[in-house]
């Protein structure tokens, strides 16, 4: 019997999401890559200070975390816990007294709970993989240890990558990360991965590889008797694979074959600390058969999640920021059109938005521009004038784009419509879309329309230059009114008809 495939997306803090809503024994396999800017100073890291803003606003990309009122709290409950393994408890305490307060102790507070978390949600049959780097990676190993017991441990795996950047003249230069594998009982799954045949190999036998790249012990001992005498041992068939160009020798446990996600890398998507798909579908297949509940509750971009739904894998994602989510959704959509999954944590209504807009700002205008159809501006937020942006066709080569403006507070002006109308001619996008939490005044809707049109060439219908929309509007399933982002009208999610005719416009 097949089941249905698991595809969830949850906003929040994945604590209170896994606690709440990942069963016991129900995961094959967790990757995390969670938040850690190693990138600062080292030194500065290991500083104790207690004075900086609560943990709760955490954003993507202040990835580091900080010792707080809050760590000292969740600290406590830590050790105060009875549930708390032991070995746990008298690990975390051990640090505290050489560690003090600083931000490695603040993010090994921040880690224990969560790596209990996933230890009590994976299978008996489970593993985890935990990605960091030599900044904190052997104060994890530890916890690790405690928590999934010293003999569960699997692999240290070496992600070396190619030199992108960096200068320094005191010591080598930092290029790899540390995954840390663990197993939650006596038996996992490892898919025994095998890189690429020696090149060596490859060139000595080229001539004789057929045409799938494989060589039989028969056209060994045809082409080449010396090397065929010299084997040890050969199989009674000798129409057996002896060489296959896709199956070198196993793979190690340090990677040099994975290239980082740089900005100019294809599947780039603008987050700083996104993962090369190539790297998780090596740690899906290796940990996981068909099937299986992928968990990632760091998500981020949505790598794991992209690479698990290729390898036809279940997942569930987790992220506290809209940004990543407002990226993973976009991804589902690039990369599986018409892919459906639940989402949970999103407003659902006036309450929910007003809520999240409370709560954090910067997520409320990634929700608004993903909302509205657009794709999150991983640099908006804050005081930035563009949030996102919706792509479009102009013809079958050219793209253009719709920029996004979202203002979710509860005093709007028609100097924000100005504003927009510059931004959008400083920019030189198409059109603009301003997304409002509530109405617009009725001199914005006049300013907006005062902007005239833009004729889109292909069939020469008219769009608003600027729009507005709120987002009760979206949340009721209003769109703003675009030409369709690729193929035909009929598959964009915005299809327009031609307002007189009614007739789908396509443009294959
Ligand atoms: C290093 S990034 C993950 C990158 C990801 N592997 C990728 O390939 O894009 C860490 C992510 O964890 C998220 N995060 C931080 N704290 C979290 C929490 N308590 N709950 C859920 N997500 C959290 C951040 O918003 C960020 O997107």
Sequence with gaps: MTTAPIRKLFFGDNLEIMRDEIADDSIDLVYLDPPFNSNRSYNVLFRGDDSRPSQARIEAFDDTWHWTRETEAEYDNLVANRETPREVTKAIDAFRRPLGK??????????????????????????????????????????????????????????????????????FKRKHDTILAYAKGDEWTHNVQRGPLAVTTQKRYAPYFDADGKITYRTLKESSPGVFASLRSVPDDLDEVCLDRSQGTQLPDWWTDITPVTRRALEGLGFQTQKPVALLER??????????????????????????????????????????????????????????????????????????????????????????????????????????????????????????????????????????????????????????????????????????SYVWPFNESRFPKIQIITTDELLRGERPKTPPESGTSEQAPNAIRDADSGEQLSLD
């Design 102 to 171: 600083n931000d490695v102790m603040a993010y090994l507070v921040m880690m224990t709970p969560r790596l209990l978390e996933i230890h009590r949600a994976l299978k008996p049959t489970g593993a985890m993989y935990l990605h960091c780097d030599p900044t904190a990676s052997h104060y994890l190993k530890v916890i690790c240890d405690q928590v999934f017991g010293p003999t569960r441990f699997l692999n240290e795996i070496v992600w070396a990558y190619r030199d992108v950047g960096g200068k320094t003249t005191k010591y």
């Design 283 to 452: 740690i899906i297949k290796t940990a996981s058969d068909e099937g299986a509940v992928v968990l990632d509750p760091f998500c981020g971009s949505g790598t794991t999640v992209a690479a698990a739904e290729g390898l036809g894998r279940s997942w569930i994602g987790i992220d506290i920021t809209y940004l990543a989510l407002g990226l993973i959704k976009q991804r589902l959509r690039d990369d599986y059109p018409g892919i459906e999954y639940e989402e949970q944590g999103s407003p659902k209504d006036s309450v929910g938005a007003r809520a999240l807009f409370d709560l954090s700002p910067e997520s409320f205008e990634m929700w608004a521009v993903t909302l509205a159809g657009g794709r999150p501006n991983p640099k908006g937020g804050g005081d930035e004038a563009i949030d996102g942006g919706i792509r479009f066709l102009i013809d079958k080569e050219t793209a253009g784009w719709i920029t996004i403006s979202v203002k979710g507070g509860d005093n709007v002006s028609v100097s924000m419509v100005r504003d927009l109308i510059g931004t959008v001619e400083n920019e030189k996008t198409e059109m603009g879309v301003l997304v409002t939490r509530v109405p617009p005044t009725k001199g914005m809707l006049e300013e907006a329309a005062r902007a005239g």
